[in-house]
């Protein structure tokens, strides 16, 4: 992780949408989908702990007057937290960038964890009172539920009930245990011949996605087992491979349906749906409205 001196720069002012869910635990979300960089400010004290999930594009977190930065990229995580000086957010938001932040009181946090505290690095005995800054990757399984939060459009009553069990599900993912008794369980994960074919295999489907081929011919296609393709997929980018399409479609349509240029047909046509009722089916399953109504809410 990177710190360096940071120039200034011309800055429009921008706002969260912030989303309280109990004493103390919130959610922060935010679009700059401007053509200026964005600067966006909130108080946060030392008692809190900080996840930042960036999603598209990037952004800068200042500190100290602006003498260090600390970037986040697309896809990309920030944890931080430090129980010796407050840590208030002062974000340079780029153009066309997402983020997604959650803020909750250390306590509270380590409250879920406390049974395996030290599981978690910066709750173990020895680190309890250190500062902690921690990068990491979005998996797609993250990634999911990002956008879920992000692109929130249920009905606003029940938004922080929704929000919680969001962030909790992306927790369990952010802290997933599993990862190196993952590579045990399969070992063919370290090799990384293998490894490469799986991200071929992805980059397969998602080339193909309207017509994507069967399991056993991407099987053949990037030379592993079925067995081997099935497991491995799930392991890389935890889901599995029609599961993992499912999604990255359903994200294609949301952003053509944005864009404007298409109507629903036309969409579904170009995600792999023959018929307007299996793609409105399909998008309702995945983001709880059908597009007609997506569309007039984004508008």
Same mark, same amino acid.
């Given at each position: 992780?990177?710190?360096?001196?940071?120039?200034?720069?011309?800055?429009?002012?921008?706002?969260?949408?912030?989303?309280?869910?109990?004493?103390?635990?919130?959610?922060?979300?935010?679009?700059?989908?401007?053509?200026?960089?964005?600067?966006?400010?909130?108080?946060?004290? #030392?008692?809190?702990?900080?996840?930042?999930?960036?999603?598209?594009?990037?952004?800068?977190?200042?500190?100290?007057?602006?003498?260090?930065?600390?970037?986040?990229?697309?896809?990309?995580?920030?944890?931080?937290?430090?129980?010796?000086?407050?840590?208030?957010?002062?974000?340079?938001?780029?153009?066309?960038?997402?983020?997604? #932040?959650?803020?909750?009181?250390?306590?509270?946090?380590?409250?879920?964890?406390?049974?395996?505290?030290?599981?978690?690095?910066?709750?173990?005995?020895?680190?309890?009172?250190?500062?902690?800054?921690?990068?990491?990757?979005?998996?797609?399984?993250?990634?999911?539920? $990002?956008?879920?939060?992000? #692109?929130?459009?249920?009905?606003? #009553?029940?938004?922080?009930?929704?929000?919680?069990?969001?962030?909790?599900? $992306?927790?369990? $993912?952010?802290?997933?245990?599993?990862?190196?008794?993952?590579?045990?369980?399969?070992?063919?994960?370290?090799?990384?011949?293998?490894?490469?074919?799986?991200?071929?295999?992805?980059?397969?489907?998602?080339?193909?996605?309207?017509?994507?081929?069967?399991?056993?011919?991407?099987?053949?296609?990037?030379?592993?087992?079925?067995?081997?393709?099935?497991?491995?997929?799930?392991?890389?980018?935890?889901?599995?491979?029609?599961?993992?399409?499912?999604?990255?479609?359903?994200?294609?349509?949301?952003?053509? $349906?944005?864009?404007?240029?298409?109507?629903?047909?036309?969409?579904?046509?170009?995600?792999?749906?023959?018929?307007?009722?299996?793609?409105?089916?399909?998008?309702?399953?995945?983001?709880?409205?059908?597009?007609?109504?997506?569309?007039?809410?984004?508008?």
């Amino acid at each position: 992780m990177n710190f360096e001196n940071k120039p200034s720069k011309s800055v429009a002012k921008g706002a969260f949408d912030e989303t309280f869910i109990e004493d103390g635990f919130f959610v922060l979300t935010h679009k700059n989908e401007n053509n200026v960089v964005e600067i966006i400010e909130r108080e946060i004290d #030392s008692t809190y702990v900080q996840f930042h999930f960036c999603t598209k594009g990037s952004a800068d977190f200042m500190f100290n007057n602006g003498a260090y930065v600390l970037n986040i990229k697309e896809e990309t995580s920030l944890l931080l937290y430090n129980p010796q000086r407050d840590l208030p957010i002062h974000l340079e938001l780029e153009p066309h960038s997402w983020l997604v #932040s959650f803020v909750m009181p250390i306590k509270m946090f380590h409250a879920l964890f406390s049974q395996d505290a030290n599981y978690v690095t910066f709750l173990s005995e020895e680190n309890k009172d250190k500062k902690y800054y921690t990068d990491g990757k979005i998996n797609p399984s993250m990634a999911v539920v $990002l956008n879920q939060l992000i #692109s929130f459009n249920l009905n606003n #009553s029940i938004k922080p009930l929704y929000f919680k069990g969001k962030v909790y599900e $992306l927790l369990s $993912l952010y802290f997933n245990r599993n990862e190196d008794a993952d590579i045990e369980q399969c070992p063919f994960l370290v090799d990384e011949v293998n490894v490469s074919k799986l991200k071929k295999a992805k980059d397969i489907i998602i080339a193909n996605m309207a017509e994507p081929p069967s399991l056993k011919e991407l099987a053949k296609e990037v030379d592993l087992s079925l067995k081997k393709l099935k497991e491995g997929f799930k392991q890389i980018y935890g889901d599995t491979v029609y599961g993992f399409l499912f999604d990255y479609k359903m994200e294609v349509a949301r952003k053509l $349906l944005e864009s404007g240029d298409y109507n629903v047909n036309e969409v579904g046509l170009k995600v792999g749906y023959s018929t307007a009722s299996h793609f409105i089916a399909a998008f309702k399953k995945k983001f709880g409205t059908t597009p007609k109504k997506y569309i007039q809410a984004s508008s």
